[in-house]
């Protein structure tokens, strides 16, 4: 060919190109797993992670055994919520065997709760309380308690069984771990909360 320098050289040989696929796919799956395995830390660590229900105490809402995911970055982006279903870490004063719980905010920082004639009111108003398991309206009087700063009051849906700030006092924000907000399993009862 013009311009000297001899014959163009051919692409390589297929046995060659097979052996540079196969190297390189030796290489990419074990980058992949690692990828893959660190990202899936970083979510559950940092982002969301899923729970199981181990007691009655938020039925109807929700049961033994369902899975919830929490998101646990929500309340870095804004404050809690009444109402909210958050899992917190076991209060310190509170011996049980699991070390994360699930409840509904009812109380926020600053609010008087109280109970009597089966209703609860914070700061003298009736709260409505749709979710309340049907069986099981209402609760026993109590208090009133001021909720201190950086603290919730939080009470199971199912005020019948449930051990809760009536119980172990209004826990401090600082042990939430995050707020639930869909029941992922069993698939037939998928939804948000």
């Avoid at 369902?66 to 958050?86: A, M, P, Q, T």
């Amino acid at each position: 060919p013009a311009g000297g320098g001899g014959a163009a050289a051919g692409p390589p040989p297929r046995a060659v190109v097979r052996r540079r696929r196969a190297r390189r796919r030796m290489l990419e799956w074990p980058f992949l797993i690692v990828v893959a395995l660190v990202a899936a830390f970083v979510i559950r660590t940092f982002l969301v992670q899923t729970f199981f229900i181990p007691s009655a105490s938020m039925h109807e809402t929700l049961l033994e055994g369902d899975r919830v995911l929490v998101n646990k970055i929500s309340y870095h982006l804004h404050d809690v919520h009444r109402g909210d279903v958050i899992v917190f870490r076991r209060p310190p004063n509170f011996p049980v065997d699991d070390q994360d719980l699930i409840k509904r905010v009812v109380g926020l920082p600053g609010e008087r709760v109280e109970a009597h004639g089966r209703q609860l009111f914070v700061d003298g108003h009736r709260l409505i309380e749709p979710y309340v398991a049907p069986a099981c309206h209402g609760t026993d009087d109590f208090g009133p308690v001021t909720v201190p700063a950086h603290h919730l009051w939080v009470m199971g849906d199912n005020r019948c069984d449930s051990s809760d700030s009536r119980v172990f006092g209004p826990i401090d924000s600082g042990l939430v771990v995050g707020r639930a907000f869909v029941l992922v399993w069993p698939l037939s009862h998928l939804g948000w909360l």
